[in-house]
């Protein structure tokens, strides 16, 4: 079947609203009265008060398509075929009504039912927590899926620490041998691969991790127990749209192309180097979009921050790709037009975000002109000393003005220079230890939270801490 992502997402409500769930709005991607987290980084998170019992559902069935966030897959962007920063996850939910007997084979029904999505079962594969028989049995015997594409995985078991925890079930598409290099031995559905993508994950949360228990075999059940589902609208589109990868879609092809008609005459496909800044231009001017339009602005600290780190790192693409005017802000009404079904208040909204862009990609145009100024002082200095670019200068270029290793390499090779890549390193590895340093004393005031320690860790690889570059200076 060819579907649009409209079609797509549209088709998903359908047909769990067919199974009597109600339909949710996507709600904002700034989490309410939730300070635990710093983005909505699932259709769950929003739901979260009806899974804890502090509201009652009128209906215990609900479906979404929410807009999430993820940053910690931010380095995943451009490389891997199937991350973004923003995506929206598709999922049903069942507050303690439906179980697994109901959710394994509608998921099935949905995916390879040529009423809806009409995907080949050939190319479905599943994995399983190799303890969870109920789902097993499902698979085999329910679904009739056969037991080669069945595999078990000691990782499917979803914990978070106190609270409701469980299994979950796992469902790939095979994208075909030509995404099965012979070198890698993660080549199965779950392992490391581009050729089982993963799709949905469906998670059972039938245990309750009490305090103090450490083995999940020791958990008791759950008297009610709840499914929470989510698929990736952007992956699933792939399949539809028989694309290489995530971006070669109708929710991302308009962006590369007005992205290509800004550039120095660069086309998408002929450079797979430029290709990634295409991917990630495309991916960061969604999430920038989308952030601001929910009232995010960018600023130094938590969501801010985020926000920030993302558009730089657009801009230094933008650089590659030859765009040295401001441009990200034409991307907003691109993005406002492509999500405009189910997200109009984008497209309304496009004259405000985009003057948020474009103020912000000003300032930084002018951070990073001063710093390949600074960096061809470096550069004339190292071509009197050896040729070599010291590391701690590159690291410094790196931390302080958001220069990527590679755009200093490049610019060192454009001028018969190398970097001192091994001194890079030691210099990053220091700033590590300072920040792991920190971090443990934060863990011991009681910062539990994946997402922000996600947040720590890459502001460790990122470290535009230093962003008021007029006093920065290069030593
Ligand atoms: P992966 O293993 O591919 O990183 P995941 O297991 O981390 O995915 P889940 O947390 O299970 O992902 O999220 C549910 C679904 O949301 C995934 O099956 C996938 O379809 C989608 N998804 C998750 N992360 C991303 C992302 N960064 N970009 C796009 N889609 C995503
Ligand atoms: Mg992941
Ligand atoms: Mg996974
Ligand atoms: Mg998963």
Do not use: C
Request: glycine residues 8%.
């Amino acid at each position: 079947k060819e579907l649009s992502s409209a079609e797509t997402r549209e088709m998903f409500l359908r047909f769990f609203e067919s199974k009597g769930h109600a339909i949710e709005p996507s709600q904002s991607l700034i989490p309410k009265d939730d300070p635990s987290l710093l983005w909505i980084n699932s259709g769950v998170a929003t739901l979260k008060k009806y899974f804890d019992g502090s509201v009652i559902p009128e209906n215990r069935r609900i479906t979404n398509a929410q807009k999430a966030i993820r940053t910690n897959d931010i380095e995943n962007v451009g490389h891997t075929a199937r991350h973004h920063t923003l995506f929206e996850m598709m999922g049903n939910f069942s507050i303690g009504d439906y179980f697994k007997t109901d959710a394994i084979p509608w998921a099935w029904e949905l995916l390879t039912s040529p009423e809806w999505y009409d995907i080949d079962p050939e190319k479905l594969y599943v994995t399983v927590y190799p303890d969870d028989n109920e789902s097993k049995q499902i698979w085999l015997d329910v679904v009739g899926l056969p037991k080669d594409h069945l595999y078990e995985e000691p990782d499917n078991f979803w914990d978070i620490g106190e609270g409701p925890s469980g299994p979950d079930t796992e469902i790939f598409y095979d994208r075909g041998s030509k995404y099965d290099p012979d070198d890698n031995e993660e080549n199965y559905p779950g392992g490391e691969n581009e050729r089982y993508l993963e799709i949905w994950n469906i998670v059972f949360s039938q245990y309750n991790h009490l305090p103090g228990l450490t083995d999940n075999k020791d958990y008791p059940e759950l008297p009610h127990k709840n499914i929470d589902t989510g698929m990736g609208l952007e992956r699933l589109v792939s399949v539809f749209q028989h694309a290489d990868t995530n971006f070669e879609t109708d929710l991302f092809l308009p962006i590369i192309h007005a992205i290509e008609g800004m550039s120095d005459g660069k086309k998408y496909g002929d450079d797979p180097e430029l290709d990634v800044s295409f991917k990630v231009i495309a991916d960061h001017a969604r999430a920038v979009t989308f952030a601001i339009g929910d009232g995010a602005l960018p600023s130094n600290e938590g969501r801010g921050y985020i926000i920030r780190r993302l558009l730089r790192r657009a801009v230094v693409h933008g650089r590659r790709l030859g765009i040295n005017q401001v441009f990200l802000k034409n991307l907003v009404p691109v993005v406002g037009q492509i999500m405009q079904s189910y997200y109009p208040e984008v497209l309304e909204n496009a004259d405000y975000i985009a003057s948020i862009v474009e103020k912000e990609e000003n300032r930084f145009n002018k951070t990073l002109t001063a710093g390949l100024q600074l960096l061809q002082n470096v550069m004339d200095d190292a071509k009197q000393n050896g040729g070599v670019i010291d590391g701690g200068v590159a690291f410094k270029l790196y931390d302080t003005y958001g220069f990527p290793l590679e755009i200093t390499i490049e610019e060192a090779q454009d001028n018969g220079l190398t970097v001192d890549e091994a001194g890079f390193e030691s210099a990053m590895k220091e700033q590590q230890d300072r920040a792991r340093a920190a971090r443990g004393k934060q863990a011991s005031m009681g910062i539990q939270d994946g997402l922000l320690t996600d947040l720590h860790t890459e502001s460790e690889y990122v470290g535009w801490t230093d962003l008021e570059v007029e006093d920065a200076t290069l030593v």
